[in-house]
């Protein structure tokens, strides 16, 4: 039998829908996702074209790309990281607020591509975590779109009600460590 997140029968609970927290919690993160456009070198071109009329990327409710790490919730990795970029780069996704994805845009984010040299970073998941890989130089708007629904998958089938106590219990364990060093 096929598992469904969600379970209703109109004759039998009339307005009633049961489901469970994770699936509610999900669906509605999946389908509001906003992009933090880390645009480094060309790959933010093909990012920029996704939001075009052509390719339009708010047809998955994530055209809303925001230029404060505070408001954003997916960092697109767009281009060649470098050692200079890097710490910036690393700044921006702590100052955003959990949950947070990453999409590593290109071979240049994913791997430092071509540039095998001293200057660049070797792959952004050296000072990251990434969710989601696209490979070619550059990826077409589609790959980015087709990574986006990947991402979309991976948050369907997180256990957000689990993290988000268990983020709670850290934090609530740092407080207490911190207040215990200060008195
Ligand atoms: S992967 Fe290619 S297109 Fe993308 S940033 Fe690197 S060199 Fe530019």
Redesign the pocket.
Known sequence: MQKTNVAYDSKVEGEVIVTQADAVINWIRKHSVWPMPMG?????I?LMAAGGSRFDISRFGMEVMRFSPRQADCMIV???VTYKMAEVVRRIYEQMAEPKWVVA?????STG???RSYATLQGVDRIIPVDVYIS????RPEALLDAMIKLQDKIGRERSVKNLTERNAKTADAKLAGAGKES
Request: aromatic share 4%; charged share 5%; net charge negative.
């Open positions: 480094l070198a060309c790959c933010a093909e767009a281009g060649t845009m290109g071979a240049c984010a591509g071509m540039y070619g130089c550059p990826p």
